[in-house]
Structure formats: structure tokens, C-alpha cells
């Protein structure tokens, strides 16, 4: 069992940034972030694993940091540059012992 919660977001203007967290109740192998538009399908945003390897969606290369505290059992992703096409509910994500884990969503909405 991993329990992940997901804090941060919220509403910002065009080109700012914001930051979400994530905390796990363990440390899964591999823990980041999806998100999902509206009448859209769940999309990678950023992941990273115990070994360091990490992965991200084309539309956030450049642009998003992810980042792993292993001792405090937690995640963050820095988003710079945004824009309206980043406004999504994104979710917490763990990959751990072949199974997928899920944290509660938190709304994003880039707004000029």
C-alpha cells in the first residue's frame, strides 16, 4: 500500500509558476505526476525513480522540474513557463511492487 497526498496548486497568470508537492506514506519506486484536461485522457507529466531516472511529457520538457526527497518520502514538481494548455486536475502517481498508486487531484488553471 502507498498512500500519496498532493498538495499545491492553483490559479496563475500565463508564464508564472507554481509548485505541488507529494507525500507517500512509503517511498515507491517510482513517484511524479499525471494530469488530465477536461474531455481529455490521463497524460505523463513528470516521473522519477530511486535510481534517478527520470521521464517527461514532450509539452512540459524545458519547462517542469521534478525532484525527490527520499528521506522525507516526498516529490516536487517545479512548473515555469506556464501556459493555458497546462490547466489540469494532476495527480499524485506511485509505481511500487507492479502496481500503480494514485494520490487525490489538484486543479491547475493557467488564466491570463
Known amino acids: 500500500q502507498v498512500d500519496l497526498v498532493g498538495t499545491g496548486g492553483g490559479l496563475v497568470q500565463i508564464g508564472g509558476s507554481l509548485r505541488l508537492s507529494c507525500a507517500a506514506s512509503?517511498?515507491?519506486?517510482?513517484m511524479g505526476w499525471y494530469r488530465q484536461a477536461p474531455n481529455k485522457e490521463r497524460e505523463l507529466v513528470a516521473t522519477?525513480?530511486?535510481?534517478?531516472?527520470?521521464e517527461y511529457g514532450n509539452s512540459v520538457k524545458g519547462r517542469f522540474t521534478i525532484s525527490r526527497d527520499i528521506d522525507k518520502k516526498s516529490a516536487s514538481l517545479q512548473m515555469n513557463s506556464l501556459k493555458p494548455e497546462d490547466t489540469a486536475v494532476y495527480y499524485c502517481?506511485?509505481?511500487?511492487?507492479?502496481?500503480?498508486?494514485w494520490g487525490q487531484g489538484t486543479q491547475v488553471t493557467v488564466s491570463s
Open positions: 512509503r517511498n515507491p519506486f517510482k
Open positions: 502517481y506511485g509505481h511500487h511492487l507492479w502496481r500503480d498508486w
Open positions: 522519477l525513480t530511486v535510481d534517478g531516472t527520470t
